[in-house]
């Protein structure tokens, strides 16, 4: 059973539906004790990264979170849910500390390119991956093709062993990043057509143990 992480802040429906399709068995919860017995968890995003991180509190899943990544539970963000993974964001001004599962920080993008041309933000679209580490479990028969971005905050780390995946827009963006039980993704898989749908069904299928 996959536990869908809900803080008022995720889009619920359009994942939900992804594992509907694939006949991948999943539990809404809005406390943690609607979704201790999961084999694994999403944490999907929509939003601001100071209001989301308000309602994880709210809702009791910031320990939650962590102690079922530390126990070795595989947990997917998604967007949003991505960048809340990280250390802190510069997002809403000033310094916003975050789950702090990988290193990094989440900051705006800068809008202007390298020969003094302005470009657009948000990074909203289809972007192609560039592949990194293609023997991860989460990236069996994923490609590089295309997927579905949007998003006006990047993540920066200098860890690049967490890179499985990037895309190129004015510069480097980490498209999915991971550790052990821990992955993540800053496009939308439930809206990326075959990719996305390889990415939750290696997520729920290969990494979960049902």
Known sequence: MIGIIDYGMGNLFSVSKA???ME???????????????????????????DA??????HGFIDFIKEKVEQG???????????????ESEEGGGLTQGLGLFPGRIVRF???????NHYKV???????LEIHQPEKPLLENVRNEYVY???????????PD?????????????????KDNLVASQFHPEKSGRAGVQLLENFCKRMVKQ
């Open 110 to 116: 800068s809008g202007k390119a390298e020969d003094g």
């Open 162 to 178: 967490i890179l499985y995946a990037t895309a190129d827009y004015h510069g480097t963006v980490p498209a999915i990043v991971g």
């Open 19 to 21: 594992l509907e399709r």
């Open 53 to 58: 991180m308000k309602a994880l509190k709210e």
């Open 73 to 87: 539970v595989p947990l997917y963000g998604i967007c949003l849910g991505m960048q809340l993974l990280f250390e």
């Open 149 to 159: 971005f949007v998003h006006s905050y990047v993540v920066s780390t200098k860890n």
């Open 122 to 128: 948000p990074h909203m679209g289809w972007n192609k």
């Open 24 to 50: 991948i068995p999943y539990v809404i919860g809005e406390r943690p004790d609607q979704l201790h017995d999961c084999k694994g968890y999403i944490l999907p995003g929509v939003g601001a990264f100071p």
